[in-house]
C-alpha cells in the first residue's frame, strides 16, 4: 500500500502499470510541474505512456533496410510501406496493430488519449505533416509497436529541409520505446554527421541500443572482418562509453542469400536479435519502471539546480545582467550542487543544452526550494519504487510466456530450419539409425584395450580414457551422467560409444543437452 501526506492510501495497487502511474501522478509530476521540468526536459507522461505496448525505434542513414527490416519482421507490406535505394521513408511511420488496415495522420494521432503520442505536438504541423501510424492485423503487433524513421540524410539537407527539429523528435521517441535498433549498411559504412548527432542524442539511452549490420550477404568474409572492425571503431568515437554495443550482422529481408559463406553466422544472429527482441514484452513493465527511476533522479537534479539560480536573483535590480552571469556559471553551480547533495555528474543535463534553454527564461518566475516536493520523490525512489519491483517479479511469474509471436518469428522455432537443427547433439535426430553407430567401430577399439569385465568399463578405467580430450572435468562429469543411461557406474561399448561421440560434439564448439535426447539413447537401453 501506497502512502500519500502521511495517510495509508486504502487503494490497493492491483498491476505494475497502476503503480507507476499513481506514483508519477503523486509524488513526481508535481516536482515537475513546480520548476518548469517540462519546458526543459520532457513533456509530462500521461496514461497510455504507462499502457502502451513495447516499441522498437529503427534508425539509421537512408537505404539501410529499415522499412524491409519492419516487412521482414512481420512479412506483411503495411500501409504506407515505400521500399527503394534512394531517401523514400519521409515520415516517421508508428506501424501498430488494429483490426483494420489504415493510415491515420498525424495531426489526429495527437489528439487521441488511448495512443501515447499526445504530447509531440509541441513539433509543431511540420512534423505532424510527417507523422502518421499505419494500422493492420498482424500477430507480431499484437505484442510490440514499431516505428519506422526517415532516412539520416547528410550535409545541409539535414538541417534546413526538415522543417522540425529531428534530433529532438528522436530523441522524444528514444525515451519512450523499449529497443532502439541503429541500422548499418555494410556498404555504406561512413557515418555522416547528422548520424553521429542523432547518435549523441540517444546518449542516455545505450542500454535500451542494438546495432545491426544489415546487408551483409553481399561482401565476402574477409571483406566483412574489415567492415565490421571499421563500425566498431566509428562507434566507439561517438558513443564513448567503454562497453562495446551488440551488434548483430546478417541479411535482414527473406531473399536469397548472395554470398552464402556465413550462413551459420547469419541464422545465429538473427536468432539471437529475434530472442532479445521476443523478450521485450516481459520486461516491458521493468522497463517503464527503469525510465521513471532515470526521470526521477534527472527532476531531482532539475529542481535543485532551478530553485539555486532562484536564490541567486536580486529581488529588484540588475536582473538581467544577473541572469547572464548565472547562465554563464552554470557549471560552477553544476559543481556545487553535486558537493552539497552527493549527487553523480551523471545524473546533470547537458551543460550547453541547459544554457541555451535558460537564456530564454523569466527567472523571476522560478521557485525556491521546497523540501517537501524533493522529500515525495526520494520516498518514492527508497520505498515505493521497491515495493513496485516485487510487483514486476510477480507479474513476471504469472506470464512467463509472453514473448512477440507469428512473422519471421515463428519461420524459425521449429522444424529442421530452426536454427542449430540437425547439428551438434541434434545430429542425426531424423535418422532411424543410430548416429553414434556410424564411429563405433573406432570406439570399440578403444573400449576392448581397456580391458572390459562382463562387458563394462569401469568409471576410473573411462576417465583415463575421456580425459584425452583435454576437456574440464565439469564437462567431462556432465558427459560421464549423460552417457551412463542405466546408471550403473560403469559404461558398455554403447555407453562407451556414446561417451565419446558427446566429447567430439562438446569439441566442435556445439552445446551440451540437459537431458539426453531419444535419438541418442542406445537401441539396448531405449526400453528402460
Known amino acids: 500500500m501506497f502512502k500519500r501526506n502521511g495517510k495509508k492510501d486504502p487503494e490497493l495497487i492491483q498491476n505494475v502499470s497502476e503503480g507507476l502511474k499513481k506514483l508519477y501522478k503523486t509524488k513526481l509530476f508535481p516536482l515537475e510541474d513546480t520548476y518548469h521540468f517540462h519546458d526543459f526536459h520532457s513533456p509530462a507522461l500521461e496514461d497510455a505512456d504507462f499502457d502502451n505496448k513495447p516499441m522498437v525505434l529503427l534508425v539509421g542513414q537512408y537505404s539501410t533496410g529499415k522499412t524491409t527490416f519492419i516487412r521482414h519482421l512481420m512479412e506483411q507490406d503495411f500501409p504506407g510501406m515505400r521500399i527503394g535505394p534512394e531517401p523514400t521513408t519521409d515520415s516517421f511511420i508508428a506501424v501498430m496493430h488494429g483490426e483494420q488496415d489504415g493510415l491515420i495522420p498525424g495531426n489526429a494521432l495527437v489528439v487521441d488519449p488511448k495512443k501515447p503520442f499526445r504530447k509531440l505536438n509541441a513539433f509543431g504541423n511540420a512534423f505532424l505533416n510527417r507523422f502518421v501510424c499505419a494500422q493492420m492485423p498482424n500477430a507480431v503487433l499484437e505484442s510490440i509497436s514499431i516505428i519506422d524513421t526517415p532516412g539520416i540524410l547528410s550535409g545541409e539537407k539535414q538541417r534546413i529541409s526538415r522543417g522540425y527539429d529531428f534530433a529532438a523528435v528522436l530523441e522524444w521517441f528514444a525515451e519512450r520505446v523499449d529497443r532502439i535498433i541503429l541500422l548499418f549498411d555494410a556498404h555504406k559504412l561512413d557515418i555522416s554527421d547528422e548520424f553521429s548527432e542523432v547518435i549523441r542524442s540517444l546518449k542516455n539511452h545505450e542500454d535500451k541500443m542494438r546495432v545491426v549490420l544489415n546487408k551483409a550477404d553481399q561482401i565476402g568474409t574477409q571483406q566483412l572482418m574489415r567492415v565490421y572492425g571499421a563500425l566498431m571503431w566509428s562507434l566507439g568515437k561517438i558513443v564513448g562509453t567503454p562497453e562495446v554495443i551488440r551488434v548483430y550482422i546478417g541479411s535482414f529481408w527473406a531473399q536469397p542469400l548472395l554470398v552464402a559463406d556465413n550462413r551459420k553466422l547469419f541464422e545465429a544472429e538473427e536468432q539471437d536479435l529475434f530472442k532479445d527482441i521476443q523478450g521485450l514484452p516481459r520486461n516491458a513493465a521493468l522497463r517503464k519502471l527503469n525510465d521513471l527511476i532515470k526521470r526521477a533522479r534527472l527532476a531531482k537534479v532539475h529542481a535543485y539546480i532551478i530553485s539555486s539560480l532562484k536564490k541567486e536573483m536580486p529581488n529588484m535590480f540588475g536582473k538581467e545582467n544577473k541572469k547572464k552571469e548565472l547562465i554563464a556559471n552554470l557549471g560552477e553551480i553544476y559543481t556545487r550542487i553535486e558537493k552539497e547533495h552527493q549527487i553523480s555528474p ?83 535426430i531424423d535418422e532411424l539409425e543410430w548416429v553414434v553407430a556410424r564411429d563405433k567401430p573406432t570406439y570399440d577399439e578403444i573400449f576392448y584395450t581397456l580391458s572390459p569385465v562382463n562387458g563394462k568399463v569401469s568409471g576410473a578405467l573411462a576417465k583415463k580414457e575421456m580425459v584425452k580430450s583435454k576437456l574440464p572435468n565439469t564437462v567431462l562429469g556432465k558427459i560421464w551422467k549423460l552417457a551412463d543411461v542405466d546408471k550403473d557406474g560403469y559404461l558398455d561399448d554403447e555407453e562407451f560409444a556414446l561417451a565419446n561421440h558427446l566429447i567430439k560434439v562438446k569439441l566442435e564448439g556445439h552445446e551440451l543437452p540437459t537431458d539426453l535426447p531419444e535419438h541418442l539413447i542406445p537401441p539396448s537401453k531405449r526400453g528402460l
Request: no cysteine; hydrophobic share 40%.
Open 346 to 428: 551523471g545524473d546533470f543535463p547537458k551543460l550547453a543544452k541547459m544554457q541555451e534553454i535558460l537564456a530564454n527564461q523569466d527567472f523571476s518566475k522560478f521557485q525556491a526550494v521546497k523540501p517537501k516536493l524533493l522529500e515525495a520523490v526520494e520516498d518514492m525512489l527508497a520505498n515505493d519504487i521497491a515495493k513496485l519491483m516485487t510487483l514486476v517479479r510477480q507479474e513476471e511469474a504469472a506470464m512467463p510466456s509472453q514473448s512477440v509471436q507469428g512473422g519471421a518469428f515463428e519461420g524459425t522455432m521449429n522444424g529442421p530450419f530452426g536454427h542449430g537443427y540437425g547439428e551438434g547433439a541434434g545430429e542425426g
